[in-house]
């Protein structure tokens, strides 16, 4: 698609631990990884990633955070 990620290793940030349990509570899950933020917003795991991508709103969010090359 033309996107570059940036990628953050929680198991090599010191803080890992802390912003995973983080990310759980935000989620309401009991598993935060991996986990996908688009412009600063949450999406969510890859399950939302891909239902947006497929119901067609994954390009608009991509493009409005200036995310995506066309």
């Known amino acids: 698609m033309g996107v ?3 990628v ?3 198991d090599e940030d ?3 631990k ?3 349990k983080a990310l759980m509570r935000l989620l309401g899950t009991s598993s935060a990884v991996p986990v996908v ?3 600063g917003k949450l999406v969510g795991a ?3 990633v891909m239902a947006s991508h497929i119901n067609g ?3 608009p969010l991509l493009k ?3 995310a995506l090359r066309l």
């Open 4 to 6: 570059n990620p940036t």
């Open 8 to 10: 953050y290793e929680l």
């Open 14 to 16: 010191p803080r890992g």
């Open 18 to 20: 802390y912003m995973e």
């Open 37 to 39: 933020f688009i412009g």
């Open 46 to 48: 890859m399950d939302r």
């Open 57 to 59: 709103t994954l390009v």
């Open 64 to 66: 409005e955070a200036s």
